[in-house]
Structures are given as C-alpha cells and as structure tokens.
C-alpha cells in the first residue's frame, strides 16, 4: 500500500449528503442506480452506484450518505456522474455504502 501525506488526503473532499431521488439504470453495464443527492451549500449532484444488491429505489430516500465530491465530472455510458459514491464490498463483493452514524447538515466535510 502506497503511503500518501496529510496534505494528500486534505484535498480529497469526502462530504456527507442526503439521497432525495433514486431511478433504474437499465443502460448500465452492471446493475446500478442512479440518485440524486443534496449536499447542502454544495448543491445537488448526480451519481451513479452499483448498490441494487442491498438496497431499494424507496429504501434510499431519505438515506445520509458519504460522496467525493471534487472529482471531476466522469462519463459512466449516456450519464454524467457529478460525485462519486463510497461503501465498502461485502463477503460477495456486493457494495455497502459509506454512511453517517447520526444524522448531520448535508455538506459536512469528513474530518
């Protein structure tokens, strides 16, 4: 594993935001969603997420989740992914994702 600084990971913008919309992604080539996400002062962003295993459409509403978002924007087929969705693979290297233990204001910043 490659060793980075503390200034390396100071600009990797890990930010909290909420799940407000969440659509089928039939054009994808694994099983994705697609949702639409509230970041607060940050605006709302799109992304795309390879979760269908181990989540609902209606279950993600309203869900906190973990994004980076200073990415730049990255062409995923016909969509354009504005930030990039964090979790972690399970046992079958199914996506878990990355959330917050306590609800917290949508943009705050992983410290």
Known sequence: MEEITWNDFEKVELRVGTIIEAFEYPEARKPAYK??????????????????????????????????????????????????????????????????ERKVPNGSKLI
């Open 35 to 100: 949702v639409k996400v509230d970041f607060g002062e940050l605006g709302i962003k799109m992304s795309s997420a390879q979760i269908t295993k181990h989540y609902t459409l209606e279950e993600l509403i309203g869900r906190q989740i973990i994004g980076v978002v200073n990415f730049p924007k990255k062409q995923i087929g016909k969509f354009m992914s504005e930030f990039l969705v964090t979790g972690l693979a399970d046992e079958n290297g199914d996506i878990v994702l990355s959330t917050v």
